[in-house]
């Protein structure tokens, strides 16, 4: 299938008075057309500051993707794109949708304004025309009385209703690639459901890739035909949704997996298994594997090399010396006995 996206070793750093915060450590994936794909990982192990640089928003000089890192876009380095080439692409070929409407919005524009300008700013075509579209896409997503509510400010709007409004603003040109960065975790559970069902159905409609950006794995279960699993800055491990709800291979994704709610028959929420601990600093980051100190099978050799990326079947694959093929050996090596821990 077309490659909508490839990343390839994307490095991004920021650059603070503390010292140089590795955000993003080197991480490849692709998306095909068409397809969503999940960023899954615990708060700070980079998934926006990927979805910013996917979509060129990283601000030097704080901010620096690292060079060797590649973005392309149907095959373009959007590091070499032209200005008119990256507006283009940040306004009628991509779009993302953020957390929080409330601060993405403008306060002060009516939300029908809002969605007209992206209309008119990419695309010739008239005012009226593109009021007409702007209530068409306000129906869409789902608000009742869209006559009304264009005339409406973000602030007259309910949490799940500005979340809407921002989906018709990043689907008002028909994105390619739409970018969902955690769209519901400020929403109730009942409302995060309806906006993800809505995400799916547009996305279906327009054919679009979707890269859905979440810390919660059961977000994802029924959406995503692929996933990343991000941690401390990399992935620790990539597969089709089967491979990582039922075959999961990183201790870290399996952890983030007993994290996530099970419904019993009783429809109680049972118990949540917390992952213990916290991830490493980004500005120092351990030689080996970065899940080491919260990992239960950590071994010797963990604390002292980074694990290569094992594959599996299809394209699966998973960062972590307990599947290495010669882990064993590995571990017998005279040189490994006495690794440093530092
Ligand atoms: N503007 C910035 N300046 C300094 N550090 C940043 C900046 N933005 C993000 N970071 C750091 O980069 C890391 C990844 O952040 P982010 O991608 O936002 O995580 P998340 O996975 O929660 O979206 C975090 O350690 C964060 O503190
Ligand atoms: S490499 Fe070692 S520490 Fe890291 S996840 Fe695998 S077993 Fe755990
Ligand atoms: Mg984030």
Not at 237 to 247: P, S
Request: hydrophobic share 40%; glycine share 8%; with cysteine.
């Amino acid at each position: 299938m077309e490659k909508m996206l490839q990343i390839k070793k994307l490095a991004v750093s920021y650059h603070t008075y503390a010292g140089e915060v590795q955000a993003v450590r080197g991480i490849s994936f692709d998306v095909l057309k068409g397809e969503t794909v999940a960023i899954v990982g615990e708060s700070g192990c980079g998934k926006s500051v990927t979805a910013r640089a996917i979509m060129g928003l990283i601000q030097k000089p704080q901010g620096e993707v690292k060079p060797g890192s590649q973005i392309l876009y149907k095959d373009q380095d959007i590091a070499k794109m032209s200005r008119r080439e990256l507006r283009r692409y940040r306004g009628k070929e991509s779009a993302i949708i953020f957390q929080d409407a409330l601060s993405s919005l403008n306060p002060t524009m009516k939300v029908g304004k809002q969605i007209v300008e992206g209309l008119t700013a990419h695309s010739k075509i008239s005012r009226s025309e593109a009021r007409g579209k702007a209530l068409d896409l306000l129906s869409k997503v789902g608000i009742p009385n869209p006559e009304k509510r264009i005339n409406q400010y973000p602030h007259q709007f309910s949490g799940g209703m500005r979340q809407r409004v921002m989906i018709a603003i990043a689907l008002a040109c028909n994105p390619n690639l739409l970018i969902a960065d955690e769209p519901t975790t400020a929403l109730d559970v009942t409302i995060q459901a309806q906006i993800l069902l809505l995400i799916k159905k547009l996305q279906k409609e327009l054919g679009s890739s979707v890269i859905m950006i979440t810390h919660d794995l059961g977000v994802v279960a029924n959406m995503a035909d692929r996933i990343v699993v991000m941690y401390a800055g990399r992935i620790v491990e990539a597969g089709t949704a089967e491979d990582i709800f039922y075959e999961p291979k990183h201790p870290y994704t399996v952890a983030l997996l007993n994290a996530v709610p099970k419904i019993s028959d009783e429809d109680e929420i049972a118990e949540l298994e917390a992952i213990p601990g916290t991830p490493p600093d980004l500005i120092a980051p351990p030689i080996g594997c970065s899940f080491a100190a919260r990992c239960k099978h950590c071994m010797e050799i963990c604390v002292s090399h980074d694990p290569e990326q094992i594959e599996f079947a299809g394209e699966h694959r998973a960062s972590c010396w307990l599947h290495h093929p010669d882990v064993i050996a590995l571990l017998k090596k005279p040189q490994l006995e006495g690794a440093n821990h530092e």
